[in-house]
């Protein structure tokens, strides 16, 4: 059974472009978080999606950041017009249940580098 | 926001000894976890707590859930050079959602 797959592992943009981060959840699961790590930092949360719906985007910045978790394929978090600021590393969790109520936890994939030059 | 304080910022032991580190918070939580994060890579779970007072061994390592439920300690005994790494804290307070509160890491380097 694969873990949670997440691509690329590297991606460098310069300032302005967009980022596409891609994180297929391990077989089964249905519900999808994103974290950002800052260098020295611990992980913080950003999103919580199940298939076809955004549950929680609270940690999420409100401008240029976006996701989505569609019925077939991997759930995307895109970065439009990205800043110096934004690099960072970008893991996504999976999990077959609402981890609060079932005791399921979250099972995390490598992480994406987002490098903006 | 919801914050967990987690100490000791890093350790550099001898191999062979034990460790100990520990997470607090303001906030009561449902869950505590430890995770292990390798350079380049992402946290992989080493012990799961859910219930306050809980006492829970995996290996060398054993986690507890305060009685508080604001706090939790990882012990690791006899330490080995691959237990190098940095080792995460992470409390589960909503139930709705399940979202994951981190804290900052304790890096752990193991001299041989």
């Known amino acids: 059974n694969a873990g949670v797959m997440q691509n690329p592992r590297h991606l460098v943009r310069r300032r302005g472009q967009e980022a596409r981060l891609r994180c297929s959840p391990m077989k089964g699961h249905s519900h999808v978080y994103w974290y950002r790590q800052l260098p020295e930092e611990g992980l913080k949360f950003m999103v919580y999606?199940?298939?076809?719906?955004?549950?929680?985007e609270s940690g999420m910045p409100k401008e240029r950041f976006s996701a989505e978790f569609p019925k077939e394929g991997p759930s995307i978090l895109r970065i439009q017009q990205v800043v110096r600021g934004d690099s960072a590393a970008y893991f996504c969790?999976?999990?077959?249940?609402?981890?609060?109520?079932?005791?399921?936890?979250?099972?995390f994939g490598p992480g994406t580098r987002l490098l903006v030059l | 926001g919801q914050q967990l304080n987690q100490s000791p910022q890093s350790m550099f032991i001898q191999e062979g000894e034990d460790v100990s580190m520990n997470c607090t918070s303001s906030s009561i939580f449902n869950t505590w976890l430890w995770y292990k994060q390798d350079p380049g890579e992402g946290p992989v779970l080493l012990i799961a707590?859910?219930?306050?007072?809980e006492l829970t061994s995996n290996g060398r390592l054993t986690a507890q859930f305060g009685i508080t439920r604001k706090d939790s300690f990882l012990n690791i005994s006899a330490s080995i050079p691959s237990d190098v790494g940095i080792y995460f804290c992470?409390?589960?307070?909503?139930?709705?959602?399940?979202?994951?509160?981190f804290g900052q890491g304790t890096t752990l380097q193991v001299k041989p």
């Open positions: 707590l859910y219930k306050a007072g």
């Open positions: 992470a409390g589960q307070l909503e139930v709705v959602t399940g979202k994951l509160i």
């Open positions: 999606l199940q298939k076809e719906n955004i549950i929680d």
């Open positions: 969790a999976s999990s077959p249940k609402r981890g609060g109520a079932s005791r399921e936890t979250q099972y």
